[in-house]
T-cell receptor, first 114, second 118 residues
Framework: ETGVTQTPRHLVMGMTNKKSLKCEQH?????MYWYKQSAKKPLELMFV???????ENNSVPSRFSPECPNSSHLFLHLHTLQPEDSALYLC?????????????FGSGTRLTVV | AQKVTQAQTEISVVEKEDVTLDCVYE???????LFWYKQPPSGELVFLIR??????QNEISGRYSWNFQKSTSSFNFTITASQVVDSAVYFC???????????????FGAGTQVVVTP
């Protein structure tokens, strides 16, 4: 498989549930990103991983916990979410030394918190 | 600091009309890249074009064209003879050279929703 793959595509979870979003890339990239896209809001960068180390965390609540076990996989672990966390969560990857070549995005996971 | 402004929130056109999306950027760096991405209803952001700050040549790809003007810090995108399949959100983005060996993350604009009706 090529490109960036995100699973699941849709997720409905209760506020007390624990779930994980998965992102996988086979592009040889060494940087991965989580973005949140809420209705009628700009893309919000949540986390950045370079060479499997977190290099940025943009004041994201602790109920979101990222994990990057290797350069090809990125997870976003979710627990005790709020309804306002409902959004499209996008994963992207790039070359860390050359993001100027652009990011490759996955199709996103559409999350609904009930 | 860098900033990308897409002042148009939504543009509605009838099929076959041309539509131009504005993008204005701010940066003090002289070396940077500009991008356009398309986000159809399926959600994935699709890369359309990358342009570096030293290349002001306009580009045409099929029905798409881009007008880069450093003098006005603009990188506008035109869809000629629009089609219903062009309905999407379009994002402009900027990446600046932070050091000799590193580039900053992509800075996205707020996006412009294009609605093309038959």
């Amino acid at each position: 498989e090529t490109g960036v793959t995100q699973t699941p595509r849709h997720l409905v979870m209760g506020m007390t549930n624990k779930k994980s979003l998965k992102c996988e890339q086979h592009l040889g990239h060494n940087a991965m990103y989580w973005y949140k896209q809420s209705a009628k809001k700009p893309l919000e960068l949540m986390f950045v991983y370079s060479l499997e180390e977190r290099v940025e965390n943009n004041s994201v609540p602790s109920r979101f916990s990222p994990e990057c076990p290797n350069s090809s996989h990125l997870f976003l672990h979710l627990h005790t979410l709020q309804p306002e966390d409902s959004a499209l969560y996008l994963c992207a990857s790039s070359s860390w030394t050359a993001p100027n070549y652009g990011y490759t995005f996955g199709s996103g996971t559409r999350l609904t918190v009930v | 600091a860098q900033k990308v402004t897409q002042a148009q929130t939504e543009i509605s056109v009838v099929e076959k009309e041309d539509v131009t999306l504005d993008c204005v950027y701010e940066t003090r760096d002289t070396t940077y890249y500009l991008f356009w991405y398309k986000q159809p209803p399926s959600g994935e952001l699709v890369f359309l074009i990358r342009r570096n700050s030293f290349d002001e040549q306009n580009e045409i790809s099929g029905r798409y064209s881009w007008n880069f003007q450093k003098s006005t810090s603009s990188f506008n995108f035109t869809i000629t003879a629009s089609q219903v399949v062009d309905s999407a959100v379009y994002f402009c983005a900027l990446s600046v050279r932070e050091t000799t060996d590193s580039w900053g993350k992509l800075q996205f604009g707020a996006g412009t929703q294009v609605v093309v009706t038959p």
